[in-house]
């Protein structure tokens, strides 16, 4: 295992040939990597090594990349996940991203994004919201210095992404955002089409979040968050 400053990336992916390449171009740009080759070594890798980050393919032998993140979430560990999906496989990908996948790329895609997409989840995993949220005697507490929500006093595991979402929303009670400034302004992704993404999010965080939760959809424009604490 090689150590630098920007940390371990663990790569999850069974065919040889794209594993050497994410693992070249991660590399160069000093990240440690480890490669598996199946879904249960990769999982107990994550476990024993603690990576910054972890690119799953989603068709993997032994224990494949849905089970992967299920059992990842389960143990409380929010390590962020970059998904790798054939392009037949939307439904897979929307379930890991509903598991609490931080982000996913449909192969064929070029090692150049495949390294951008991991800095931007690395920069949301550790980058505070816009705006410092206080609810007083709301329902929804959300603090940005530990990067905690909390629902009635009690705790909300949320990934990076999923408070990103939430804070960017509330920094900015009552705008209304359209799918594409959020991609923009949340994920780091402008004019990116795929805009099915946020509803995906959008949908987990409510979820997760009950009755308390402060989305509310605007038809045909996007998304807007009251104050909780008003």
């Known amino acids: 295992m ?9 790569v999850v992916e069974d065919e040889r040939a794209i594993a050497d ?7 160069r740009e000093g990240f440690g990597v ?5 879904g249960t070594a990769g999982l107990a890798a994550a476990r024993r090594m603690h990576p910054v980050a972890i690119v799953l393919d989603i068709g993997l032998p032994g224990l494949d990349g849905i089970a992967f993140c299920r059992a990842l979430r389960d143990a409380g560990d929010w390590t ?14 929307i379930l890991g991203l509903e598991l609490g ?5 449909t192969k064929p895609f070029s090692p150049r994004e495949l390294v951008a997409r991991v800095k931007t989840v690395l920069r949301r995993a550790t980058a505070g919201p816009p705006t410092v949220l206080a609810t007083g005697g709301g329902r929804l507490t959300v603090d940005p210095d530990s990067r905690t929500v909390r629902r009635d006093g009690e705790p909300v595991e ?4 999923e408070f990103n979402l939430i804070a960017h929303l509330l920094g900015r009670p ?12 949340v994920w780091g992704y402008p004019g990116y089409r795929d ?7 959008v949908s987990q965080l409510r979820a997760k979040l009950g009755d308390a939760s402060p989305i509310r959809t605007v038809r045909g424009v996007g998304y807007s968050a009251t104050d909780p604490g008003a």
């Open 21 to 27: 390449v994410q693992r070249l171009y991660l590399a």
């Open 34 to 38: 480890h490669v598996e080759s199946d």
């Open 101 to 105: 996948a931080d982000d996913y790329l």
């Open 80 to 93: 962020p996940v970059l998904l790798v999906t054939a392009r037949g496989e939307e439904a897979d990908r």
């Open 195 to 201: 805009t099915r993404m946020v509803d995906v999010f």
């Open 158 to 161: 949320l990934t990076a992404t």
């Open 174 to 185: 009552g705008r209304v955002f359209t799918r594409e400034q959020l991609l923009a302004q």
């Open 2 to 10: 090689t150590t630098t400053s920007k940390g371990l990336v663990l």
